[in-house]
């Protein structure tokens, strides 16, 4: 396609002639007047985009790239996870994508293509859970085919999710879960809650999520409330980053605190919101680990 990632992670032509990265961005209208071939092409370069997260979740974040389901399936899933998933006792942080055409890695296409890795991909919170000392699982849940034939145990984000939960979070050591899901995201991560509860009650510890779209919590009011004291929705809003939003009644979901995502826009909320999820990560995990040594003490 003529394009490459510069050191600053923005996509940038190539010149024709060198090779070498111009400072020119990525241009969708290559015939001008034809949408539907600007469109394939888009799409096509999106799943080359893929492609290179997948390489730079590796070679950059320093995942491994794990296959899920049994060895087998003909047709499997996979995800990436840090290397030490199965013998950090302490923290974990599992990271789910919304729906789409985005894959593990990625919350935004759009942001990364027109803006950049910062902007569009999950590289930032890795880096940033890894030096803070979490394992980290990055979940694939819009990966639920190969070609015409539907993945066993992913045929959909939320099996998908389920079949990943069981696989590698309910036998790993860690003692804090923090689960960080993106739009349609939020709504695969409530179904673990749920699906999943004795983890959830006995070692999540923080569910924040970036202007999740799930419309109801669970029918147990005992994990409804569990995700209400280490929950956090960061909507859409133009009010400063962390403003605390008034309960949205005409949804169901207000019993999770709402809060400004600093960004106005759903695509960017994300990356607007990075610096505060973490800060409540480690505060959640900080209070979790003093509620655990008074339990000792008593």
């Keep these: 396609f003529g394009y490459a990632f510069n050191t600053d992670g923005q996509l940038r032509k190539l010149d024709e002639r060198t090779g070498e990265i111009t400072a020119e961005g990525f241009e969708f209208e290559v015939r001008p007047g034809n949408r539907e071939y600007n469109q394939k092409r888009y799409v096509a370069l999106g799943e080359v985009i893929n492609q290179e997260i997948y390489q730079l979740l590796e070679s950059k974040a320093g995942l491994v790239k794990t296959w899920v389901g049994e060895e087998n399936e003909e047709y499997r899933s996979f995800v990436f996870a840090s290397p030490d998933l199965r013998t950090n006792s302490d923290k974990l942080l599992i990271l789910i994508n919304g729906a789409g055409a985005v894959r593990g890695g990625q919350w935004s296409r759009k942001l990364i293509i027109n803006n950049g890795l ?135 979901d207000y019993s999770i605190p709402r809060v400004s995502s600093g960004s106005n826009e759903h695509i960017w909320t994300s990356f607007y919101a990075m610096e505060s999820v973490m800060r409540e990560s480690e505060k959640l995990y900080m209070n979790s680990t003093e509620n655990q040594q008074n339990d000792v003490d008593l």
């Design 118 to 252: 910062d902007e569009g991909s999950m590289l930032g919170y890795i880096e940033r859970a890894k030096s803070a000392g979490y394992a980290v699982l990055v979940m694939n849940t819009n990966h639920n085919r190969v070609g015409k034939n539907s993945i066993p145990g992913s045929e959909t984000p939320v099996t998908h999710a389920r079949t990943v939960w069981e696989q590698f979070v309910t036998g790993s050591p860690s003692k804090f879960i923090a689960v960080v899901a993106h739009s349609y995201g939020g709504i695969v991560a409530v179904d673990l809650a749920e699906k999943f509860k004795l983890d959830l009650m006995e070692r999540v510890g923080a569910f924040l999520l970036t202007d999740s779209v799930h419309h109801k919590l669970t029918d147990d009011d005992s994990v409804n409330e569990k995700l209400q004291r280490i929950g956090i929705n960061y909507v859409c809003s133009k009010a400063p980053l962390d403003t605390v939003l008034p309960k949205y009644i005409m949804r169901s």
